[in-house]
């Protein structure tokens, strides 16, 4: 499958914690990630994230792309929803093009936890 991995800063460590967690289970994809969130991924883990730009500077709006394109299997978007974001639209676009084409998107870890028994 082709997983999409996104965190806002304040999520970024549960993210990268839920993926070294399972790391093993991840290894068997082809992975995705905005700029920062794949950086992180890699430096804290063995596995390849295919990186976008940063989200703030249109990566949310890259992965958006691969999901319209039929490209993208799943989604796993830690979002911070107690912080504003200067990219909010971008965000609101992402999450959309998840429903328009019925992407399933994991938003938080309690949701991340029960998307691991299809991995
Ligand atoms: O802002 C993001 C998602 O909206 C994530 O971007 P980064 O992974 O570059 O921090």
Known sequence: MNIALIAHDQKKKELI???KDNEKLFSKHTLYGTGTTGKKIMENTNLHIARFLS?????????GNLIALGQMDMVFFFRDPLTAQPHEPDISALMRLCDVHSIPLASNKATALIFLNIL
């Open 17 to 19: 914690d839920f993926v």
């Open 55 to 63: 989200g703030p500077y249109g990566g949310d709006q890259q992965i």
